[in-house]
């Protein structure tokens, strides 16, 4: 079946410290991946996506790297900011369904 | 492009209440879904529309949910006899298509709280 496992958190850094949100997925075909951002009391907003393997999103400083070798979709920044924080969501598309992790709270400190 | 909308953003209603909510997604995209979001959970998907009709539905969703998209436009989806249970945010997603990066876009969410 389709699933993706994200690191739990939540996770606390400091304003320019480096970021990394762990994501792997299990998947039948070639799905398409994708990281949404939630703010409080919002619904999910696309933060970035990649359709095929070796493939790279990137938007607003954060990118990550389709690894059909390792099954996994690593969501990094190098330097967070306190705007950032937020929950993220790891997320693939196969077929016609899309199929999201639980998410990682991000929350960084001044 | 103005993005998806849904109507109400929050709802309090009686257990035993029946509820609607209502989603208008990006004009032009002829998918649309709902999910169910839980406090720190990702998105659960209960059903999605290619135009006007209805093509999946999640086991999740039990004989009290019924959801309608009439003329492959808005949609509306509706809980009848409320359950405490069913506490939670509703999301409305809509996308253009199928194909490779095919990308679905949310709404803000409606909130229910049943009392």
């Known amino acids: 079946g389709n699933s993706v496992t994200q690191m739990e958190g939540p996770v606390t850094l400091s304003e320019e410290a480096f970021l990394t949100i762990n994501c792997t997925y299990t998947a039948t075909g070639y799905p398409s991946l994708f990281w949404y951002v939630q703010y409080p009391g919002e619904g999910l907003q696309l933060l970035l996506k990649a359709t095929k393997a070796d493939d790279k999103g990137s938007n607003k400083g954060f990118e990550a790297t389709y690894r059909k070798e390792t099954t996994s979709f690593h969501l990094e920044k190098g330097s967070v900011q306190v705007s950032d924080s937020a929950v993220y969501f790891c997320?693939?598309?196969?077929?016609?369904?899309?199929?999201f992790g639980t998410g990682t709270s991000l929350t960084v400190i001044p | 492009d103005t993005g998806v909308s849904q109507d109400p953003r929050h709802k309090i209603t009686k257990r035993g209440q029946n509820v609607t909510f209502r989603c208008d997604p990006i004009?032009?995209?002829?998918?649309l879904y709902w999910y169910r979001q839980t406090l720190g959970q990702g998105p659960e998907f209960l059903t999605y529309?290619?135009?006007?009709?209805?093509?999946?539905k999640s086991r999740l969703l039990s004989d009290r949910f019924s959801a309608e998209r009439p003329k492959g436009s808005f949609s509306t989806l509706e809980i009848q006899r409320t359950e405490q249970g069913d506490s939670a945010m509703y999301l409305c997603a809509s996308s253009p298509g199928t194909g490779a990066g095919n990308t679905i876009y949310f709404g803000e969410g409606s909130w229910l709280t049943v009392v």
């Open positions: 004009s032009e995209h002829n998918r």
């Open positions: 529309f290619q135009n006007e009709a209805q093509l999946e």
């Open positions: 997320a693939l598309s196969a077929g016609n369904q899309f199929y």
